[in-house]
Structures are given as C-alpha cells and as structure tokens.
C-alpha cells in the first residue's frame, strides 16, 4: 500500500481564514479522495480528485468553499474556505489501491475558534 | 440513500474473549465491503476487504468476516482478542455504480481489558 502523509497534522484556525492541507503520497496515484469526519461522526466524502480535471463534489459539499488542486499523480490540496466552527474536523486523504479499496492518510485535525 | 449501521458503538472485552461486531447497509445492487480499524494514535488501515466469491474473507490479525447478501450485512469476527485489539472499526461500503466513494458506519470503539 502507498505511504500517505498529510500536512499540517494539526491547526487552529480564527473564524473567517483559511487552511490548506496538503497530501503527499510516495507512487503515482490515479484517484485522490477527500473525506471529513466531525466530532463524533463517521467519515463523509467530500470529493473526488483527479489528475488533469475538476475535482468532483459530493452532495452538500461545493467547490468554494473547499477548492481542490491536484497538480499531479502524486500531491493534491485541500482549502478549507471562510472557516467556521462548524468546520472543524479531521481532514482525511485517501487513495485508491489496486482494487478498489482505500488507503489513508494520518488526517489532519482543525480547530476553528 | 445508501447507509451503513454498526449496531455497537461501545464494546468491552476481556482478552481471549470472542469478538462479533455488526454491519448492514442499504443497498441492493453489488457492494464492496470493507473493514477498517483505527488504533490509539495511528491513521485509518484497511482490516480487510470482499469483492467477491467466497463469502469468508480473513484479514490481518486473525480478524475475518462473512458476507451475508440476503441480510446485507458482512459482520467482523475474532476468535480470541488481545489487548492490542483495542482500536476503533468502521465498516464502510462501495456501491459499484457510485464509482469508488466509499459510504462508513458510525464507527464501533472496542475496549479489549488484559
């Protein structure tokens, strides 16, 4: 499996700022994946990310407010926009492994205040 | 909408105990089914995985779990945990026409007493 690192491991972040977290993954990878997981709640995809096109949004999650790059087969960002408490959460990056499981990163942990 | 229940949310366990924990979703066309577990500290790894044939699928640690499509469930499974088994599992599906985003139950916290 891909070894997948994420940064920062952890922020906090005043209300009305942005974050971008990064995630590096040591191969080439075709698919990227983005999911939150809030205090006391599972995992929720928030997008798809691909090399070379427009990340894909789940429902409920729109490209303002949480813009995704994804320059190459190996690194994408995720922004987390205007933040409110609301979003704070551990940010996940995934890849897809040669079946179709996910690997995942460490996560980052954001605290909006 | 498509779901996913892990009818446990907190587990206690004395070491050499046996392990079931629950998962059924909601979907009836063909599924992957997953395992994850998240131990104290560390990220997300994947327990284990069904595509398809045999219905038995084991994993690392001698977990294992069984597909059962006519309740829809594919519960986890340990003879005899260990402390070290103290982690959180989380279930999670793809649905093979929504492409590869994988849907997760609530997670179930396992507390395994030495």
């Known amino acids: 499996s891909a070894v997948i690192s994420q940064k920062p491991s952890r922020d906090i972040c005043q209300r009305g700022t942005s974050l971008t977290i990064q995630c590096q993954v040591d191969?080439?990878?075709?698919?990227m994946f983005w999911y939150r997981q809030q205090p006391g709640q599972s995992l929720t995809l928030i997008a798809t990310?691909?090399?070379?096109?427009?990340?894909?949004?789940e429902s409920g999650f729109v490209i303002d407010k949480f813009p995704i790059s994804r320059p190459n087969l190996t690194f994408s960002t995720l922004t987390v926009s205007n933040m409110s408490p609301e979003d704070s959460s551990i940010y996940l990056c995934?890849?897809?492994?040669?079946?179709?499981?996910?690997?995942f990163g460490p996560g980052t942990r954001l605290t909006v205040t | 909408a498509q779901s996913v229940s892990q009818h446990n949310h907190h587990v206690i366990l004395s070491e050499a105990a046996s392990l079931e924990l629950g998962c059924n979703y909601s979907?009836?066309?063909?599924?992957?089914l997953f395992w994850y577990v998240q131990y104290p500290g560390q990220h997300l790894q994947l327990l284990l995985k069904?595509?398809?044939?045999?219905?038995l699928v084991k994993g690392i640690k001698g977990f294992e779990a069984e597909f059962i499509k006519s309740k829809f469930s594919f519960n986890l499974r340990k003879p005899s945990v260990q402390w070290s088994d103290t982690a959180e599992y989380f279930c999670?599906?793809?649905?093979?026409?929504?492409?590869?985003?994988?849907?997760f139950g609530s997670g179930t916290r396992l507390l395994v007493r030495p």
């Open positions: 990310a691909n090399q070379g096109s427009e990340a894909t949004y």
């Open positions: 999670a599906v793809n649905a093979l026409q929504s492409s590869y985003k994988l849907i």
């Open positions: 069904y595509f398809s044939g045999d219905p």
């Open positions: 191969s080439q990878v075709t698919m």
């Open positions: 995934s890849v897809l492994g040669q079946g179709r499981e996910q690997y």
């Open positions: 979907y009836g066309g063909t599924v992957n």
